[in-house]
């Protein structure tokens, strides 16, 4: 027998999670943590060159009061990624906040 729960906020368990053999203490769906705080959306810049780490960049638009204009800015996120995922790079993912 396989321990999983479910996070709650609209989100399936994945199958991986029920069935999968793997162990993650920092999994969501197996381990200890819970999803609290801000959900956020980002492009997989850069996947798999760290264990179980994603590095996903997030744009913006920032205002120029003095040309009364925007301009285009990023930022770069390392993020945990459960092995009950597999992601790619150009992947968009949703991530949330636990710690």
Excluded: W
């Excluded at 590095?55 to 800015?73: F, M, P, S, T, W």
């Amino acid at each position: 027998i396989r321990y999983y729960k479910p996070v709650g906020l609209g989100f399936k368990i994945p199958k991986d999670a029920i069935d999968g053999t793997y162990i993650d203490k920092k999994c969501p769906f197996t381990g200890r943590v819970s999803i609290r705080g801000r959900i956020l959306k980002g492009v997989v810049h850069s996947a798999r060159k760290m264990t179980n780490t994603i590095i996903i960049r997030r744009d913006y638009l920032h205002y120029i009061r003095k040309y009364n204009r925007y301009e285009k800015r990023h930022t770069n996120l390392a993020v945990h990624c459960s092995p009950a995922f597999t992601v790619r790079l150009g992947d968009i993912v949703t991530v949330g906040q636990c710690r």
